[in-house]
């Protein structure tokens, strides 16, 4: 067993959570540089360019790169021979209300989500934890923005439904959000599973680099024709047209079933921010 | 590609029926933030006929929450955020003279035959680009509600704060061209 103390891990939380916040995805700036080279529309042009100066200015200013630093969520994967000292938990959401203070960033979290007081630290984090093997810690720490995150949608399709009808469902939503996503989007699938199980593979897959693809070459298909339809819609940047609407199409699939086929969308907006630590 | 228009505020209604749905332009002068909570509480004064803490007459509002800011910064990260929140709102403060708003994304109907009736327009800034508009923000001072934090409303002084014509004052709208 290795022993981690509790402590280190709500550093690394914090140092994730700031630096997802000011430097924007490496594969993310990359993507938002390819489409502004092939985009041809003169609007959908400069806005490009305003995203890729904006996170220039947000990783040298150490600012937010959107003013919605949004709700964190938090992949967690500790490995079996890992002996954790002192409460998980507690160091994760520590390090986030640190973070949160101590790099100027919103605090968006109500306590309740009827009353609606802000409860000014920015958590609780919304937590996935999972047991991998090996004695080490791997943290990935996502803020989302809810422009974006309320655009997403679940839908349990009957089992005999075709891959059609799941695109279609999945362009639809990205039309119906059209400029509250603030497109270029990428989008996170789940599909299979359970309802919640569709839902969390959908925001994991948000964590996938942008340029990968599923292994699964059937899906690696329909993420393709997916991006394709989507870039093909004329949304654009903002949504003011152009042909970047999507910069990336990820699907997590997971068995499911007899009687069911659930497919979760979650909309990033292009202010995909995450970050991962090992420890 | 068309030229951009420099406007200094407050913008006059002249000004503002030249200005086409589509059309780029560099704000420059006051505005005021104003987000959902700070709108339910301009509407409710109005309601109960009570004094509004700004003058509302001739001003912009600005859909935006802006991140806190660093010693020596005005502002921090202060991107739009989404209009249509406010369109409930919008009407009522459209008759009492707002001239200007700037958010992201699409109005109602109801919004946009008040942008009509009351010669306004309707600007949008560029979205998730917060960092970027922090540099177009000189000054910026807490104008009413402060226990609000993010959604008080802030007094901020920009300059060539860049905004494109989201719906004119003949009620085009550029997300229908
Ligand atoms: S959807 Fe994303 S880019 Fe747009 S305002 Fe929200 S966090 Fe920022």
Do not use: W
């Amino acid at each position: 067993m290795r022993r981690i103390k509790a402590k280190e891990i709500e550093n690394k939380v914090c140092e994730a959570a700031l630096k997802a916040n000011f430097e924007l995805r490496k594969d993310v700036l990359r993507s938002l540089g390819i489409a502004r080279n092939k985009e041809t529309v003169p609007i959908a042009g400069k806005m490009l360019d305003i995203l890729i100066e904006n996170a220039k200015i947000a990783k040298k200013e150490k600012l937010a790169i959107c003013q919605d630093t949004g709700m964190v969520v938090v992949f967690c994967r500790i490995g079996s021979k890992a002996q954790i000292i002192g409460d998980i938990n507690e160091a994760i959401n520590n390090g986030i209300k640190t973070a949160y203070k101590r790099g100027f960033l919103r605090k968006s979290v109500v306590r309740d989500p009827l009353k609606r007081t802000n409860a000014n630290t920015n958590t609780p984090c919304v937590i996935h934890y999972d047991i991998i093997s090996g004695n080490k810690i791997k943290i990935a720490v996502m803020p989302k923005g809810f422009g974006s995150e309320n655009s997403g949608a679940v839908k349990l399709f009957n089992p005999t439904a075709t891959e059609a009808q799941i695109k279609e469902f999945i362009i639809s939503k990205v039309k119906e959000a059209g400029s509250s996503a603030c497109p270029p989007v990428v989008l996170g699938i789940g599909i299979g599973g359970t309802l919640d199980k569709a839902a969390s593979l959908a925001k994991e897959a948000l964590l996938r680099q942008i340029g990968s693809r599923n292994p699964k070459k059937h899906i690696a298909l329909l993420e393709k024709e997916i991006l394709y339809a989507l870039n093909k819609t004329g949304i654009g940047p903002m949504g003011l047209g152009g042909k970047t609407t999507c910069l990336a199409v990820n699907i997590l699939e997971y068995p499911t079933h007899i009687a069911g086929l659930p497919v979760c969308v979650n909309i990033s907006c292009h202010a995909l921010r995450s970050a991962e630590v090992i420890i | 590609m068309q030229k951009l228009k420099e406007i200094e505020l407050p913008i006059t209604k002249e000004e503002i029926v030249r200005l086409r749905a589509g059309d780029e332009v560099l704000l420059s002068g006051i505005v005021f933030t104003a987000r959902d909570q700070a709108h339910k509480r301009l509407c409710e004064c109005i309601e109960a006929n009570k004094p509004l803490p700004i003058n509302i007459n001739n001003s912009v509002i600005y859909y935006c929450g802006p991140t806190p800011h660093k010693k020596g910064k005005p502002i921090g990260s202060c991107g739009p955020t989404t209009a249509k929140r406010m369109d409930e709102f919008t009407p009522v403060l459209l008759s009492r003279g707002l001239s200007a708003m700037i958010g992201k994304g699409s109005r109602s109907k109801e919004v946009i035959s008040a942008i009509k009736k009351y010669k306004s327009v309707y600007f949008i800034a560029p979205a998730g680009a917060g960092a970027y508009l922090a540099k177009k923000v000189k000054e910026a001072k807490i104008a009413a509600y402060p226990k609000l934090g993010p959604e008080a409303i802030y007094r901020l002084k920009v300059k060539d704060f860049p905004a494109i014509v989201g719906i004119d004052s003949k009620g085009r709208n550029i997300y229908e061209n």
